[in-house]
């Protein structure tokens, strides 16, 4: 893995060497070379190694997605502040299975850093809801499903949505039988 700002010395490079290609009349080289430029422009923007990882959580094999973020020694250094973001969101999902607390510290670190896409923000809020109602923070846990809700244009998450909200509703409906001892006392005078 090269460094943010290695790929774009050689991206400078192979771009200077293309102008050159293009002073000899060598054109076709010249496009070449612009378009091999490209290459690190890109990797500078979409870290190779976050990639490979998405490819690897797309099947569900964690472990590899696990070894393909740990070649990244100094996130940092080596990624943009959205590839950081990234970085986090993506072991935030790993670590949801097992431990709920870095996943969290995972979340929001991803989410402080910022996401590109909607959809991304969307899952790390909804992963973030899911924590806070198992920690019995409801209120929390509520304005991130909304939250989440707002950001799922696609309709994408919606059957997770729908299941979170369903145990929400679940897990409050028998406090509230209970915890209304008055009302329910009231309740039975007035029947009599």
């Known amino acids: 893995m090269y460094n943010k ?16 290609q293009f002073t000899e009349g060598e054109i ?3 496009i070449a070379l612009i378009f091999l430029s490209l290459i690190f422009i890109f990797l500078y923007f979409k870290n190779e190694f976050i990639l490979l990882a998405f490819l690897k959580l797309r099947k569900q094999d964690f472990e590899g997605a696990k070894n393909w973020l740990n070649k990244i020694k ?8 959205k590839q950081q973001g990234y970085y986090n ?9 097992d431990n ?9 670190k991803a989410l402080s850093l910022g996401l590109s896409m909607d959809h991304d923000i969307a899952m790390a809020k909804l992963n973030l809801a899911g924590i806070a109602f198992s920690k019995r923070r409801k209120q929390e846990a509520q304005k991130l499903l909304t939250e989440a809700q707002k950001l799922d244009k696609q309709g994408m998450l919606t059957e997770q949505i729908k299941m979170m909200k369903q145990n929400m509703k679940q897990a409050v409906g028998p406090t509230q039988h209970y915890g209304g001892g008055a009302s329910v006392r009231a309740q039975k005078r007035r029947g009599r």
């Open 28 to 30: 076709g080289n010249g």
């Open 5 to 20: 700002i290695i790929k774009l010395i050689i991206a400078a490079g192979i771009i200077a060497f293309a102008i050159y």
């Open 89 to 97: 969101y993506l072991h935030g999902i790993m670590v949801s299975q």
């Open 100 to 108: 709920m607390n870095e996943a969290e510290k995972y979340f929001k």
């Open 74 to 81: 100094n996130p940092e250094a080596a990624l943009v502040t």
